[in-house]
C-alpha cells in the first residue's frame, strides 16, 4: 500500500514559476516509478512526466520539455515537480502516481495509486 499526499498548487501569472511536492507514505515508494499528470477542466488527466526509482532516467512530454523538471529524494520519500515559464494552458488539477509495474507508463490506468491532487492556476 502507497499514499500520495502533493503540495503546491496555487495562483500565479504566467511566465512565474511553482514547485509542486508530492510525498509518498510507504516502504516501497522509493523503488518505484513516480509520475506527475494534469488535468485540466474538462479533459482527460494526462502524463506529464515521471522519474524512475533512483532519479536517473526521467521522460517528459512535449507541451512541458524544457520548462519542467522532476526529482526525487529518496530519503524524504518525495518527488518534486518544478514548473517553470508557467502558461496559462498549463491550468490544471495536478496529480502524483505510482505503479507496480517497474517500467515507464503512460496511461493513466496502469497507474496503481494516486493522490488527491494539487489546483495550479495560471493567469494571463
Known amino acids: 500500500q502507497v499514499r500520495l499526499v502533493e503540495s503546491g498548487g496555487a495562483v500565479v501569472q504566467a511566465g512565474k514559476s511553482l514547485r509542486l511536492s508530492c510525498v509518498g507514505c510507504?516502504?516501497?515508494?522509493?523503488?518505484?516509478?513516480v509520475a506527475w499528470f494534469g488535468q485540466a477542466p474538462g479533459k482527460e488527466r494526462e502524463f506529464l512526466t515521471d522519474?524512475?526509482?533512483?532519479?536517473?532516467?526521467?521522460y517528459y512530454v512535449d507541451s512541458v520539455k524544457g520548462r519542467f523538471t522532476i526529482s526525487r529524494d529518496n530519503a524524504k520519500n518525495t518527488v518534486d515537480l518544478q514548473m517553470d515559464s508557467l502558461k496559462p494552458e498549463d491550468t490544471a488539477i495536478y496529480y502524483c502516481?505510482?505503479?507496480?509495474?517497474?517500467?515507464?507508463?503512460?496511461?493513466?490506468?496502469?497507474?496503481?495509486?494516486w493522490g488527491q491532487g494539487t489546483q495550479v492556476t495560471v493567469s494571463s
Open positions: 510507504g516502504h516501497t515508494f522509493s523503488s518505484l516509478f
Open positions: 502516481a505510482t505503479t507496480w509495474s517497474g517500467v515507464r507508463s503512460m496511461g493513466a490506468h496502469l497507474y496503481d495509486y
Open positions: 522519474i524512475n526509482w533512483n532519479g536517473d532516467s526521467t
